[in-house]
C-alpha cells in the first residue's frame, strides 16, 4: 500500500518521499526522491479514474495502475496493481 497525504500534512523528517500532484484539469507531477534525498521531478503526464483504479500516464509512455483502497481529505490509499 501507498499511502498520500497533503502537501500540508505535518509530516516527521525523513529523508525523502515521493509525491503525487493530481490537478483538476487531468494533468500529473509526480516526484521521488532522489540519490541525495532531494525531489525529482518525474516527466508531466495524466491521470484518470476509471472504476475503482487511479491510472497514471506520463510522458514516455510509463503507465502506472493502482486500485483505490480508500480517499478522503486527508489521506489517499492506493494500492499498485
Known amino acids: ?8 500534512y505535518p509530516f516527521p523528517p525523513a529523508r525523502g518521499r515521493d509525491a ?3 490537478k483538476a484539469d487531468g494533468s500529473l507531477v509526480k516526484s521521488i526522491s532522489g540519490a541525495d534525498d532531494r ?3 518525474m ?3 495524466s491521470w484518470k479514474v476509471q472504476d475503482e483504479k487511479l491510472i497514471l ?3 514516455g509512455g510509463a503507465c502506472n495502475e493502482y486500485a ?3 480517499v478522503n481529505a486527508d489521506k ?3 494500492r499498485p496493481l
Open 20 to 22: 503525487l500532484s493530481l
Open 1 to 8: 500500500m501507498q499511502v498520500f497525504r497533503p502537501a500540508d
Open 76 to 78: 489517499l490509499l492506493l
Open 39 to 41: 525531489a525529482t521531478k
Open 68 to 70: 483505490i483502497e480508500s
Open 57 to 59: 500516464q506520463q510522458q
Open 43 to 45: 516527466p508531466a503526464g
